[in-house]
């Protein structure tokens, strides 16, 4: 007798009557919300390579930046695939239009050869005065010297 006893009391449903939370239930809803979890982390890391993808094509800058700007605003199908990828890009194209383009670098220069030099001539030599030749690169007064 007391076997059958103890055979109902193992196989009875948990207090509370609820079936759904046997202890093979718990690891099943834990898998679910894994597989949902890892299947959203393959469409954001699919959604990155393609918008970083077509920002870089587009030839914007920084493509890591803007999809980081936007990577909220991205919708997905019922198959996982971008929808809105279009409509991101031109979003971003508006908003950051200083992000697209030719790279400009700026001058290292600062501004040398930008105006031209004064040309030395016989005429010139001739109505400075000794001192003011004396002041003038030698290498220049012999070359107009030579000249003619």
Sequence with gaps: MKKQ????????????GHESTTPE?????????EN????????????HRQITGELARA???????LFDAVKERLQFGEDGTLENAAAVLDKLKASFPEQFGPDRPASIDAGSGQTAAPRLTRDALHRMSAAEIAELD??????????N
């Excluded at 949902?36 to 959604?47: F, G, M, P, S, W």
């Excluded at 030839?59 to 930046?65: D, I, N, T, V, Y």
């Excluded at 030698?138 to 000249?147: E, G």
Aim: proline share 8%.
């Design 59 to 65: 030839g914007a800058r920084s493509p890591e930046l």
């Design 5 to 16: 006893t103890e055979n109902t009391t193992q196989n009875a449903p948990p207090e509370g």
């Design 25 to 33: 239930a718990a690891p099943i809803a834990q898998l679910q919300a």
């Design 36 to 47: 949902e979890q890892l299947k959203a982390t393959i469409r954001h890391d699919a959604a």
């Design 138 to 147: 030698w290498n220049d007064v012999r070359r107009v010297l030579a000249s």
